[in-house]
Structures are given as C-alpha cells and as structure tokens.
C-alpha cells in the first residue's frame, strides 16, 4: 500500500511538471526513486464515468484526477540538508504547474521548494498572492519573497493569522493542519488535502480577497462564504472559516450527533464546548478515543487530565509519541465525518484567529483518516 501510494506520488509530481511545460531531463534525475519514509499518500474515490461527469480533467496519462487527495507526514526529523521527497516538493510541484492564479495564507511559510516555486511563477508573470502573520513576517523566507516583488500583507493584531491553505488557478485547494515549513513536512505529524472543486476555492479566494485586498483580520472579517454547505461528486462537504463563524458550537454540535465512535487528534483541546460535549457523548456510552500532543496536554486548561482521569470504559486519551509535535486537528465521526483544517480546538481559535476548517462527510474519505488515526494511536503512550 505504502510502495504503491508512494509510485502515485511520483507519476503526480511529473504529470503536474509535464502540465507546466518545465520539465527536462535534470528535473526527472531529481525526482527520488522512492519517496522515503516521509509520505504517505492516498486517492479513494473512484474515478466518475463520462457519463456521471462529461468533462473530466485529464492528465498526460489520459486518466482522470480525483476531486480529492489525501497526504500524511511519517515525520522522522532527519538534519535539514538530508531532507527531500517530502510535501513541500509536491506543492512547489503544483505551484509551478499554475497557470492562471495562486493564493497562499500561511500562518508560517519557510520550506524553501515551496518559496523557491512562487518567486520562478512570479518571473513567468503569474499573479501570486501570499499573507502571513507578523509572528513569522520578518524571517528571511518572506524577505525573499518581497525583495522578488512579491507582496506579503500580515496580520498585525496580536491574534493570528492561523491559516495553511493554498488556491491555485481558482480551482485546487490545498488545506490542512501543516504549516509551509521544512519542520512541518518533515518533523511533525500533519495532513493536508488538495480538493479539485472550484465552488470550494471561491471560498477560499473569498477569504482571500478580505485579508490580501481589504487587510480585513479576524472578527472584523464578514461572514460572507460563497457556499458553507456543498455536494461534490455526490458527497456533502461543509466548508467554515474563523472567527466570522463561530467554529466551536459546529464541532460541538457534531460531536453531539456520535452513535458509535468519536476519534479525534489535537494539538490543543482547551475549548469547554467541544469538551463537555464530547464528555456527553462518552457518558451516553459512545466509545471516545483520543490523542494529546504532549507539549501543554498536562495544564490546567487542556482537557486531558480531566478525559484520562474519568473511569468510563469506553473513554480512552493518550499523549503522542512524537518527540517534536503532533500537529493534528481532526474529529472523525462514526468513520463516516471527518473534520480537518487549521482550527485547534480553544477559544483564541474560536473568537480571534483566522482559520479554517473543512467538514466532509464520507465513509472512504474517514477511512483514511482512521489508519492514520491508528497509527498514531499505536506510537502514543497510554498513561499507566
């Protein structure tokens, strides 16, 4: 499965670099015979007849690209100057493969492939559009981009810009919970989706527009999303952004409406509506299981100690296994919802950060997220 995702991966990169018309020779010889032990890269839906979608984008191989796929970091932290194969190749990859538009929010923004791919599309005189947060504005990966002529406008308020989404030629959305950074592909455990849904980027260029054109930041943005609530290819996604959408009583309410399993993985769950309904659900005897990020999960504010405290038998936390971060900020529901994007479960998250979430609502989608769910689970540390 690992070796065959891994292939996928590979034929992605160059079908993308054929798209762009910049491949040659040098660049094949760079791509790495395998991926490593970075990625792991899955596509689950099967691919529409002519029939059910008449107009299908195709690739050099004549086969149609899935309106969605699903990435996970297998961090391993290796020294800086060894590090390659990983994510952030994959969306310089897609950068340079744009040709009409690119938008990237980041709250955080150094993975030099990826800062390499904006200022070579910027020569070629395709618009690119990026905004980060003061926290990270003057690293030397943003100076670059603005002494290239690329404008970077920030969010100056002391709340954050949190998002991590990347638009591209009005119709690829990249989002997830990993920052653009080399640490974020290659040291914490992270996901990201490339949805193919130009109804999704709209919302995405939306939000966009606000804070690149208007400087419109956090609870002074509008609530104006084109579409919260769409279908694509049969399947229902929902689609929010922070803080003009008050995000916790949505998750809250999601949680709420668990029959069987709630799963979740969380950087920070300090929000008490979230928590008290996912305390709710356990004591009505849905089975919970959940894994903290070790760093803070032992405060006060975190709900850890209260969820490994209970002595319900069906509730059940841990701490990661990652020596740096588990950056994960997802609900799986019953392995039919999923919940993912930049939004850690607190109330700065909720009330003044920009952030994000995507909410998709599909058996093979969650089934993805559940083996990762798995596998972190298996490396995390039961307290005893």
């Not at 970091?73 to 800086?80: D, Y």
């Not at 009005?170 to 080399?182: A, F, H, K, L």
């Not at 419109?216 to 929902?238: K, Q």
């Amino acid at each position: 499965m690992r070796l065959l995702s891994k292939f996928r991966q590979i034929v992605f990169i160059v079908c993308l670099l054929f798209l762009s018309g910049c491949v040659n020779t040098a660049v094949l010889q760079d791509i790495p015979s395998q991926i490593g032990e970075i990625i792991v890269t899955v596509e689950a839906v099967t691919t529409p007849t002519p029939a059910a979608n008449p107009d299908p984008i195709i690739l050099a191989d004549d086969t149609a690209v899935p309106w969605y796929a699903i990435y996970f970091t297998e961090p391993n932290c290796v020294p800086p100057e060894a590090r390659s194969g990983g994510l952030d190749e994959m969306l310089a990859a897609e950068i340079l493969a744009a040709q009409e538009s690119i938008d990237v929010a980041a709250f955080d923004l150094d993975a030099e492939p990826i800062v390499n791919a904006l200022i070579e599309m910027e020569k070629r005189g395709i618009p690119v559009r990026v905004v980060t947060d003061s926290t990270n504005a003057a690293q030397s990966s943003i100076r670059r981009l603005r002494r290239n002529g690329i404008s970077v406008p920030e969010d100056k308020r002391r709340a954050l810009m949190h998002n991590k989404f990347m638009v591209i030629d009005g119709r690829i959305v990249w989002t997830g919970s990993m920052n653009y950074t080399s640490n974020g592909v290659y040291c914490n455990n992270n996901n990201l989706v490339r949805f193919d849904s130009p109804a999704l980027a709209l919302n995405y260029i939306t939000e966009m527009d606000e804070m690149y054109i208007d400087r419109s930041f956090g609870p002074d943005s509008p609530e104006n999303t084109p579409s919260t609530r769409l279908t694509i290819e049969g399947v229902t996604v929902e689609n929010y952004f922070a803080p003009e959408t008050e995000i916790s009583p949505l998750i809250g309410r999601l949680v709420a409406r668990a029959e069987e399993e709630i799963l979740f993985m969380a950087f920070s769950f300090t929000d008490n509506v979230i928590g008290e309904a996912l305390l709710g659900r356990a004591d009505a005897g849905v089975s919970v299981r959940g894994v903290f990020e070790n760093s803070g999960s032992d405060t006060i504010y975190s709900f850890y100690p209260y969820m490994e405290a209970t002595e319900l038998a069906n509730l059940d936390v841990r701490r990661d296994g990652n020596p740096r971060i588990m950056h994960h900020k997802v609900f799986i529901i019953d392995r039919e919802t999923v919940l993912l994007g930049s939004f850690n479960f607190s109330e700065s998250a909720n009330y003044k950060n920009d952030e994000n979430i995507v909410i998709v609502h599909d058996p093979e989608f969650a089934a993805q997220f559940v083996e990762e769910f798995e596998r972190i689970w298996q490396e995390a540390q039961p307290d005893s």
